[in-house]
């Protein structure tokens, strides 16, 4: 048995990888596949995948993107979900904040440098024709710290995924006052360069696996409720993010990943474009 570790989110996108770790499917070919939710995001996975402390991870695109060019020796296997993420733009229930053009020159609550809340607040920023120049941020760690953050008027708005962050919105912690689709695919599939090329075979199994299961989930009996017990969150909720979603097979198309890079070096988040053929497997 091959012990392989792979990394991700706690969120809804990620239950085709808990089902087919639970159904055996992974242990039928062999392979451990050890799975660790990483609550603090992209940032933290890009960390993990740099010093060699996964050997997989469901990571956001945008994200892997941009430690790819500065260097993180990892590649892209396959686009994972291939719709665009719905990031939900959110202030503390109590503040003064009632459109997004308020929002201009005030702080942004991150959960890392180099996170999808980091990076997607300069694409909202650019859409709302701000200068990206004077974005403030404060640092806050996972969903729990931006609660806290936004509480104590530490930051005024904080973007996250949209459904995720719904719960605090329903509860009266946290208003929305709009949303930031990616321009691209949200997730792929990542591997560190060294596992990717000592475990070709491998890794086509785990593909296999996976797509399988992404291929049929949304027909699975009752998913949708299945999704809203596990994850917390109203079935209404849950039905709407199931019709935007979209789960992929193929890899992440050279046009994407150009663009991705244009927008980032556009954005003065990367330095340069780098070949396609260091950044996809």
Request: net charge negative; glycine share 6%; with cysteine.
């Amino acid at each position: 048995m091959k012990t392989v570790k792979i990394i991700g989110v706690p969120e809804h996108f990620n239950l085709p990888w808990h089902l087919a770790i639970e159904e055996g499917a992974f242990e039928e070919r062999g392979i451990d596949l050890t799975w660790t939710d990483i609550p603090e995001g992209t940032g933290k996975m890009c960390e993990l995948l740099t010093n060699q402390e996964t050997d997989l991870a469901i990571i956001l695109t945008e994200g892997i993107v941009k430690s790819i060019t500065e260097g993180n020796k990892v590649k892209i296997i396959q686009e994972y979900i291939a719709s665009p993420l719905l990031w939900g733009i959110h202030v503390d229930a109590n503040s003064n904040y009632k459109s997004l053009e308020e929002l201009k020159d005030t702080i942004a609550a991150i959960s890392r440098f180099g996170s999808g809340s980091h990076l997607m607040a300069y694409v909202q920023a650019k859409q709302m024709g701000w200068e990206t120049e004077k974005l403030k941020f404060n640092l806050v760690n996972n969903l729990s710290g931006a609660v806290e953050s936004l509480t104590t008027s530490q930051a005024d708005y904080f973007m996250w995924e949209r459904f995720t962050t719904k719960p605090l919105v329903d509860s009266g912690i946290f208003r929305h006052l709009g949303n930031c689709p990616t321009p691209w695919p949200c997730f792929v599939l990542v591997g560190t360069d060294e596992f990717l090329s000592k475990n070709k075979s491998l890794v086509k199994h785990i593909q296999e696996i996976i797509n399988i299961y992404t291929v049929e989930f949304k027909q699975i009996p009752r998913i949708d409720s299945t999704l809203s017990n596990r994850y917390q969150q109203k079935l209404e909720d849950i039905q709407e993010w199931l019709q935007i979603t979209e789960w992929s097979q193929k890899q992440l198309s050279e046009s994407t990943l150009i663009k991705i890079q244009d927008t980032l070096k556009a954005l003065d988040l990367i330095d340069k474009s780098i070949p396609l053929s260091k950044i996809l497997n």
